[in-house]
């Protein structure tokens, strides 16, 4: 029997993070707490917190957390996008319980990058290639899914080699996109 059978959306509110955006919450026909760990091992960069217990993790821009029959979604782009990432939640969490047995359960608690981690490993010159005033604006944008590294025109060039592989080793590690062949 799968987990979940039925999500109802039961509020669609605008979104606090970005005015063109909404966000909504959803009740769950089944308890989600015991397939979180499942679930924190298959998804990179997902955070789980076994205090609550709770998992966040990123759906393309829309954050994500589920936490026992709730689901909250911050950054959808509108009510039928609500029901697209439902129906995605739903499938994701029935197929990964239903493999459960294959999978070994990650209790770890992870933390997302912090624009601290980015910035030390950014070139530092502030010289506004990317289109910000800072490197440390562009680090902060970085973590918060607003740009891509690649947007970071000097860290491509062979001085910053070093740094490059492994900012790009360590934003794919918390599940951040990165350009092809640079994260290995
Ligand atoms: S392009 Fe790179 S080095 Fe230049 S300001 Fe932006 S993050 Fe800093």
Known sequence: MPLIERIEITHLLPCLADPDKIRFHAQVSGDLTEALPYLNAVLK???Y???VPALTFNHGERIICLRGRLITCAKAEDAEDARAVCDYLRDLVNQTWERRGEITPCHEQRNRLTPIDIYRLL???????CGLPTCLAFAAAVAAYQRNIVQCGPLFTPEWEEHRRLLCQLLADAGHEVPGGFAS
């Open 123 to 129: 070139p530092r010159n502030n010289c506004r290639r």
């Open 45 to 47: 960069g997902a955070i």
């Open 49 to 51: 917190n076994p205090a």
